[in-house]
């Protein structure tokens, strides 16, 4: 396939999952719709997330979506962060503070 191809490939998909996207808004009372705005936002922040993206710019080849759920990890490194707070802004320490310098 050549680039081409595939640019218009993506473009028939995109435009066919903003068709289904549209219609389905539609369908909603009027009173139910979505602002416009964040309509709009949330599906391209749906390409984003599908590998678009608004120049030649790729998709780093060494990132991929998680595997595996890693809320433990998270909530792990939530706690981390939180343990250290109190060391990074202890108000007799010279330098960094959260509030800004003494």
């Known amino acids: 396939m050549t680039s081409a191809e595939a640019l218009r490939r993506a473009i028939r998909e995109a435009s066919q999952a903003l068709a289904r996207r549209v219609y389905e808004r ?24 599908h590998g678009w993206r608004p120049t030649n ?22 706690e981390l962060a939180r343990q250290a707070l109190p060391r990074k802004s202890d108000a007799d320490k010279e330098g960094y503070h959260d509030a800004g310098p003494v």
């Open 26 to 49: 539609d369908q909603l009372a009027e009173d139910e719709r979505p602002d416009p705005y964040a309509f709009a936002l949330d599906y391209l922040n749906a390409q984003v997330g």
């Open 57 to 78: 710019a790729q998709r780093n080849p060494w990132t991929s979506t998680p595997l595996r759920d890693n809320s433990e990890t998270t909530k792990r490194g939530a």
